[in-house]
């Protein structure tokens, strides 16, 4: 198995904006294991629109790498760090991988015949 690439999380409640985008995102989960990728795997981060918060069953997935700007960095204390480290330590023993964005997205409109 590969060796997997530690991650600084940003805190809960950060807001960010994502590569090719303008909506501000804000981040409500960290380290998300997934089953709806074959093979299951994880993303960084899940997040919902701002200020619209998490409407029904709405969440947007993306890692680390598809963030472009940090707009607002939220609280982090000694806890914090902690949780982060002990994702990391989850993740590096784990047999799940990251989910690749760009190619679940791609896919995803493949499914849904759509081309971009």
Known sequence: MKEKERIDY???GSIVILRGGV???VINARGL???T??????FDYGG???PQGIIGDQILYFNHKDIAKVVFTG???DD????????NEWYENSEFERID???WNRQRRQERGEHK
């Open 75 to 77: 609280y982090t204390d």
């Open 48 to 50: 919902s629109l701002y």
């Open 23 to 25: 909506q501000k995102i």
């Open 101 to 103: 964005t760009e190619e």
């Open 37 to 42: 990728t074959t093979p299951a795997g994880y």
């Open 80 to 87: 914090d760090k902690m949780m982060v480290d002990n994702i």
């Open 33 to 35: 294991v997934t089953a």
């Open 10 to 12: 940003l805190p809960l």
